[in-house]
């Protein structure tokens, strides 16, 4: 269990140091966290095995979601704006638009996104596009 409060359906895989949990904002398909189990508000904090730990999470995570979305590039970024708890963000980048089992990856903001995103059902369609990224990627996992 992680100190930073996730979601229990977005999480994809809880290891001893780190968990992957698909992120609450998927204003770019397949957006995810990788999040420090422990408590730690600093990234210059994380230990050696957690460094190696994150590096091999990475290298399983970042062609799965890959061979999933096909995204043109990866931006990783830790971000600690509103969550002062270290999470490295794993952001999919797309040069144009992607369809994905009913799902869109949108190129540029998420503005651009939310407008293509709305449908007659509001929040629970963006809320059911969550679970269902969650569900399809929990059973890709090695």
């Known amino acids: 269990m992680t100190a930073l409060a996730l979601i229990p359906a977005t999480i994809i895989h809880e290891g001893p140091l780190w968990t992957i949990a698909v992120n609450r904002n998927q204003n770019l398909l397949g957006k995810t966290m990788l999040v420090l189990n422990r408590p730690c508000t600093s990234v210059v904090e994380v230990t050696s095995e957690e460094w190696m730990v994150l590096h091999d999470r990475l290298r399983v995570l970042v062609p799965t979601l890959t061979a999933l979305f096909r995204p043109d590039q990866f931006n990783l970024a830790f971000l600690m704006n509103q969550d002062a708890h270290v999470h490295l963000h794993i952001i ?9 089992n009913g799902l869109l990856g949108v190129p540029g903001s998420a503005i651009e996104l939310s407008a293509r995103r709305t449908s007659s059902r509001g929040k629970a369609a963006s809320r059911d596009r969550l679970c269902v990224v969650a569900v399809i990627t929990r059973g890709r996992r090695s």
Do not use: V
């Open 92 to 100: 999919p980048a797309y040069a144009a638009f992607r369809e994905w």
